[in-house]
């Protein structure tokens, strides 16, 4: 094997293995199919999700249900438009489609870009305009703007400080609707409501920062059939 077709095996090996924190991981990187840039967006919809709900929407309390969640495509969607937008949801739930090819970005970023929820958005001259909030911070270890990882309980609705995970590693197929819509959270009545009543448990630690694993395939069998 030359050197040019080590270099494009390494680059095939990368581009099916599963590195990083579960939350934020596309269905594709868990199936072990390939990925691509198209991924990128995938967790991009994730963080915006985040920021407006306040958690992850596949948070669970252990990765291996975090994973189903994002197999199967299971969301707390809040209450629409009251605590979320309609371009807000139509615009997370592009980015969070299964199907990486139609998924919202796969053509490039222009396409993201021209979305509505970004119609008061200059993009010409947004890297010019001054930022709504510049943190100050006492030096380049201070940490007081980071604050603790949560997990949301959808049982009784309310948000606690979840476990650190332990590493682990060595130990279906994407179908049915290309979006998340399906479960948003007019069909799933009130779970949300208690997202605005943050009540941790001061004796669990929560991290994803030692989490790893190397094939996800032959330990994860919980991709459920879709009708």
Request: charged residues 20%.
């Amino acid at each position: 094997m030359n050197e040019f077709e080590q270099m494009d095996h390494r680059a095939r090996r990368q581009n099916r293995s599963a590195v990083g924190t579960p939350d934020y991981l596309a269905p594709e990187i868990l199936l072990g199919t390939g990925h691509g840039c198209s991924a990128d967006w995938w967790s991009v919809g994730v963080i915006l999700f985040e920021l407006i709900v306040g958690i992850p929407p596949f948070n669970a309390e252990h990765p291996q249900t975090i994973f189903d969640n994002i197999l199967n495509c299971k969301i707390p969607w809040p209450h629409v438009p009251e605590e979320m937008s309609f371009d807000a949801q139509d615009l997370i739930d592009k980015l969070l489609t299964e199907d990486p090819h139609q998924r919202l970005g796969a053509n490039g970023a222009s396409e993201v870009k021209q979305h509505p929820f970004f119609k008061d958005i200059s993009w010409d001259t947004l890297a010019r305009q001054k930022a709504a909030f510049v943190p100050s911070s006492d030096s380049a270890f201070d940490t007081s703007y980071f604050t603790s990882r949560y997990s949301w309980n959808p049982s009784d609705g309310n948000i606690y400080e979840a476990y650190e995970f332990e590493d682990s590693s060595d130990n279906g197929s994407l179908s049915g609707s290309s979006s998340c819509v399906s479960n948003r959270q007019d069909d799933m009545g009130e779970d949300s409501d208690g997202l605005n009543e943050f009540e941790s448990s001061a004796n669990v630690n929560y991290s994803f920062s030692n989490f790893s694993f190397k094939n996800l395939l032959p330990s994860i069998m919980i991709c459920s059939p879709k009708d």
